[in-house]
């Protein structure tokens, strides 16, 4: 056969291949069998074996890689995989429902895309040109691991998409282990005496993050996918959720078939419960049920909020729950000072975990529920991962033991414990003192809003704190080149680029360092307000409640935080040794502070400026006393339209609210 008959018959066996694999992983209609499939492989197998220099890496025969790696590397996903919020209860669902209607202001029916929350690994694959390229994990949401190798075994994924595909595409799905797998899996380990896994969830975790394919590629994993991330190169006319996911089950990417589109609150509940019913029946785990708001305009209006969309929610499951006893309890104090009331407790298998800690929230629950050491008590995994305390079984208490007190200070540093009156939360006051709330304080004073000490980034913060280079801020400035440039992964270079950044950041100005301090509940605007109020950190520090509460957007609950936070000597020596070490900045002339000629205006900025950035042109507005957000509405002031803006001018057209380019914004900043 001619080299050229060679190709074209490889060539024919992909496609063929492919088009099958296509029928059984994402169609379920599969027209050959299974022997049949397998001698199309082998035929293939033998003749790439035969013309290696006709192999290509989206053959299917390329599945399995043959070298283990040392490590993973890392994935930077150019839009964040965000994850989602969590609803328990068709009041909960009611209000998300109420909130969606209420930011579009709209009040008509809205469609939802609802599909199985599957119990796995959420994962990003990337096609270029249609060949799968790279996959990674979602890791925090902006940065995973590289596991492309791995995913490459999952015959359900696709290797080469179908017909029409745009250049680029990212599309984000669920990995996960099929029940029948799962059990087949622990079967085997259990013949050869090896460890079994707990549920299929932690199996397909770690089946992912095995350094060698060859141990992932005889694991029983599979992939549905449900979003799409980064597309270039295509002109698209889908416009709802829907109809993408079938775009990409035309493409060759595999879908849940129990996927619908329902429509308001009653049709979400009548899809929850049909597979709350079939639950035990699916041939997968699941743990709830995913709305998403079917309309991708409304979706894009809606936006983000903190790491969640706000156009998509996860109706979670009943938790399972069991009995155990209350063996002690203590506080543990997070990393934004919270004190949360923890029960530990006689180990009982709960949701496919031991479980042997209980969050018990705050002291307000503690309370209500009346838990004491000795206890017997009901136990659950909220929404299937966080274990809680239900409450007390009742008759089952033994003696008449002491109710729990909240700690008057901290148990990790010692400050006072504060808690406001009608909040549940208790708080240590440490700030940045309390080696608990350490590493998050550092992080926020580094961060671009407060000091902006460039190269300073969260893991390496991590980095010096897990090193006992540092304890608190102060101690960012005594760093040195040496010091650095022995850390993982930090050369001489970024050593030495990180200590002249942490030089340039002691020239500040007293808003940033007031917001950098990190108290509680002092953001951008109201450290600006309190700058611009008292001048100098000095008059801050020493001012009363009553001169606090005459500074704009300060109530009695943020004074009552600043307060404390200066009472606190600890926090007073910080604050000092940054001093020492000449983080200064130039105290403000009040009156001329004062001057807030566009206060109680609200702006929104929509489109690149010429010249200035959207930060830049903020900041100018937050100076003057405005208000600005990222989504229009009826009260806002005006809209900031540069190049190439938005659908935000648009609906700002739609509700009549003024429109300024960057000449008109210019004359009001000089106003």
Known sequence: MAN?????????????????????????????????????????????????????????????????????????????????DNVFNEQELSEFYRRIQQRLEYDGSIEFAAEPKLDGLAVSLLYEHGVLVRAGTRGDGTTGEDITQNVRTIHSVPLRLMRDYPDILEVRGEVFMPKAGFEALNRKARENDEKVFVNPRNAAAGSLRQLDPKI???????????????????????????????????????????????????????????????????????DGIVYKVNNLRWQRDLGFVAKAPRWAIAHKFPAQEEITRVNDIEFQVGRTGALTPVARLEPVFVGGVTVSNATLHNMDEVERKD??????????????????????????????????????????????????????????????????????????????????????????????????LIDHVDDLFDLTVDQLSG??????????????????????????????????????ATARNLANHFGSLEKLMTADEE??????????????????????????????????????????????????????????ITGTLATMSRDAAKQALLAKGAKVTGSVSKKTSYVVVGENPGSKASKAEQLGVEILDEQGLQKLLEY
């Open 487 to 524: 850390l993982e992964r930090m050369g001489e270079k970024s050593a030495q680029n990180l200590v002249d950044s942490l030089k340039k950041s002691k020239q500040t100005t007293l808003p940033k360092f007031i917001y950098s301090l990190g108290i509680r509940e002092v953001g951008e």
């Open 216 to 286: 992932t590629a005889s694991r029983p994993l599979a992939m549905y996918c449900y979003a799409v991330g980064k597309v270039e190169g295509m002109t698209s006319t889908v416009t709802t959720h829907s109809e993408m996911l079938n775009q990409l089950m035309a493409w060759g990417l595999p879908l849940c078939k129990e996927r619908a589109v329902v429509t308001d609150v009653a049709g979400c509940l009548e899809y929850f419960n049909q597979l709350a019913e079939k639950r035990d029946a699916l041939p997968y785990d699941i």
């Open 4 to 84: 050229k008959q060679i190709a074209e018959k490889i060539a024919q066996l992909r496609q063929q291949l492919n088009h099958h694999s296509y029928q059984y992983y994402v169609v379920d209609d599969p027209e050959i069998p299974d022997i049949e499939y397998d001698r199309l492989y082998r035929e293939l197998q033998k003749l790439e074996k035969d013309h290696p220099e006709l192999i290509t890496n989206d053959s299917p025969t390329q599945r399995v890689g043959d070298q283990p790696l040392a490590s993973f590397a890392q994935v930077k996903h150019e839009l964040p995989m965000l994850s989602l």
């Open 547 to 604: 001169q606090l509460l005459s500074v704009p957007d300060v109530g009695p609950i943020v004074a009552a935080h600043i307060k404390s936070f200066f009472s606190q000597a600890h926090n007073i020596e910080i604050v000092n040794k940054l001093r020492d070490a000449k983080v200064c900045w130039h105290d403000i002339a009040v009156a001329e502070a004062q001057e807030q000629s566009l206060a109680g205006k609200t702006f929104v």
């Open 371 to 468: 838990v004491r050491i000795g206890d017997q008590v009901i136990v659950r995994r909220a929404g299937d991962v966080i274990p809680e305390v239900v409450r007390v079984v009742p008759g089952s208490r033994q003696g008449s033991p002491d109710k729990v007190k909240l700690p008057a200070q901290c148990p990790v540093c010692g400050s006072d414990i504060l808690q406001q009156e009608g909040e549940a939360v208790a708080r240590c006051s440490g700030g940045l003192f309390c080696q608990a709330q350490r590493k998050e304080s550092i992080k926020h004073f580094a961060s671009r809003k407060a000091m902006d000490i460039d190269g300073l980034g969260d893991k390496l913060v991590e980095q010096l704190v897990d090193a006992g």
